[in-house]
């Protein structure tokens, strides 16, 4: 049983279209984020949602727009996608609505590379 | 701004000995810190968590130490074993904030 899964794992599209990642997690936590991974392998927060409410949205560009149906799951869903936006997206989760005070961290999908030609 | 500082180079090292990752950071005031292992095309895992008001915390073959004045963590893998090769990230955050900033981590290459 996968804890955090996303989909599809690998995406090559051509600029200008429009996709979508999913991502979902079956451990009953309140809390999941996006992270967007660099080339330089710098992760960094992109949203951060709590029981289905946004409540980090770092500065990303509005075309990127996150969507939580239940707290279970978070997609991320990018219009008018640009050469800029290859890199290696994860989705994450945690326990602590306050963060990851606890002993546990954060539970991190296996990603999914977006490569924009 | 906030920085948080990894060794970039990769650390080469020879089986059974100890490995010691360093983790640097300015400009903030974090409440924890986190250590993460990467592996290629994989998702980063936890590994350990230390409060501001701990200097040190084990689990089995690992030790990580937090000292708030010099603003840095040391991340120890003792007897090191080639299966321990990977990246490993070091992560800050603060109380009652949902965000946590993450280096680019250090990769590690144990020999056997």
């Known amino acids: 049983d996968t804890a955090v899964s996303q989909t599809p794992k690998y995406l090559v599209t051509q600029m200008g279209n429009d996709k979508s990642i999913k991502c979902e997690q079956n451990l009953g936590h309140d809390t999941m984020y996006w992270y967007k991974q660099d080339s330089k392998k710098f992760l960094k927060i992109m949203f951060s949602y709590n029981n289905k409410e946004l409540i980090i949205n770092e500065t990303v560009p509005n075309r990127f727009s996150p969507k939580s149906p239940d707290k279970a799951h978070l997609n991320l869903h990018i219009n008018s996608l640009e050469l800029g936006d290859s890199a290696v997206y994860f989705c994450a989760s945690s326990q602590d609505p306050q963060g990851p005070v606890a002993n546990y961290g954060y539970t991190f999908g296996s990603g999914t590379r977006l490569t924009v030609v | 701004s906030q920085k948080i500082e990894q060794n970039s180079e990769a650390l080469n090292i020879q089986e059974g000995k100890t490995a010691t990752l360093t983790c640097n950071y300015t400009?903030?005031?974090?409440?924890?810190l986190q250590w993460y292992r990467q592996d290629p095309g994989r998702g980063p895992v936890f590994l350990l968590l230390i409060r501001e008001n701990e200097k040190e915390k084990r689990k089995e073959r690992l030790k990580v130490t937090f000292d708030t004045t010099l603003k840095q963590s040391l991340f120890h893998i003792t007897a090191s074993q080639p299966a321990d090769s990977a990246t490993y990230l070091c992560?800050?955050?603060?109380?009652?904030?949902?965000?946590?900033?993450f280096g680019a981590g250090t990769r590690l290459f144990v020999k056997a």
């Open positions: 400009n903030y005031s974090p409440a924890y």
């Open positions: 992560a800050l955050g603060t109380t009652g904030g949902f965000k946590t900033i």
